[in-house]
Structure formats: C-alpha cells, structure tokens
C-alpha cells in the first residue's frame, strides 16, 4: 500500500468516526498531510484529539532530531488551539497524536528511541508519537507511563492502532 493511498484512507476513516479534518493545510509553521480533530469523553475526564497526519515524500528517511521536532510543533499548535490555560487549570486536556507515514522506513536509532522511550507523566497533556512504515507495514508506538496519561493514552494509541489495521495495515 503507497503512503497516499494509506493516507486517504485513513482520512476517510477518521471523517466516518466524526473528526473535523482539514486536508494538506499548514497550521503556523505546520505543514500537514491532514489535520483532524474531535471531542472525546472517557468517563469523567473530556479530552480533544488532535491528530497531524504527515506524509513524507518519498526521498526523505526521517532521523529522531526531524521526527521530535515535527511532534514539538505539532504538540506546540495544540497547547495553543483555543486559548488552553494553563496544565494545571484544564478542564478538557488536549491530546496530541503526531502520526508520520513513510516508505523509506525509520534509521535503527530513532525506531529504538520511540520505542523504548517512557514520558514522565504530565498533568494536562497528553501526547503521543506513531510511525508508519508502509514498505513493512510496522506501525511504531511512543509509550507512555503516568498517572493521568497513561490510561487515555493507552487508549488512543490502541484506537489509532484499530484505525490503521481497518484501513489494511497490519500492526
């Protein structure tokens, strides 16, 4: 499956599960396959899902400093998306899921660093980093330890996991 097509599919996807999704924008310095959005209600706590969808061209193989750096922009857009207040003040806690797809794969360091790499809990934020090697068809997972990260996070990247094996790529 090419990275496109992977990508419209998973647009697709995301449109039928009620996201608002905006397709190849730049939101600031972002430049975004698509970007797409929705209210979500775990018990209690109501969050935002933010996802940014990149789709890397096919001559770029994406090293850790480029894959952070795109999740530090993408995590940036999103503590400002309708004047967040502060960590310690939120009522809605927004998540941030930086999915990037591409055919060339990842370099070694960077697969083991997203892999292997646990996150100090944060108190209202929560975010998360899945890449898509469509030659393997791997989807690699930032994993997450905390103690009010860890349970929506776990289910988000379960729920974009389901998402990818319904669109055709296995994990």
């Known amino acids: 499956m090419s990275d496109y097509e992977l990508s419209t599919r998973f647009l697709a996807k995301m449109e039928s599960e009620g996201f608002l999704c905006q397709k190849e924008t730049s939101l600031g310095p972002l430049s975004v396959y698509f970007y797409g959005c929705k209210n979500v209600r775990y018990g209690l706590l109501q969050y935002y899902l933010h996802y940014y969808v990149f789709q890397l061209s096919s001559e770029l193989r994406p090293s850790l ?3 952070i750096g795109l999740h530090a922009l993408a995590r940036g857009f999103t503590n400002n998306f309708r004047n967040m207040k502060s960590r310690w003040y939120r009522f ?3 998540i ?5 797809i591409s055919e ?3 370099d070694e360091e960077t697969i083991l660093k997203i892999c292997s790499t646990k996150q100090r ?3 209202g934020d929560c975010n998360t980093i ?3 090697d469509t030659s393997k068809k791997q989807v690699y997972k930032l994993n997450k330890i905390g103690f009010i990260g860890s349970l929506p996070l776990k289910r988000v990247n379960k729920y974009t ?3 990818l094996a319904e669109i055709g790529l296995n994990e």
Do not use: F, R
């Not at 941030?96 to 990037?100: E, G, H, N, S």
């Open 65 to 67: 400093q480029y894959v």
């Open 92 to 94: 809605i806690v927004p």
């Open 96 to 100: 941030t899921v930086t999915l990037i």
């Open 104 to 106: 060339n794969g990842y």
């Open 121 to 123: 809990h944060q108190m």
């Open 130 to 132: 899945l890449l898509v």
């Open 161 to 163: 996991c389901s998402l």
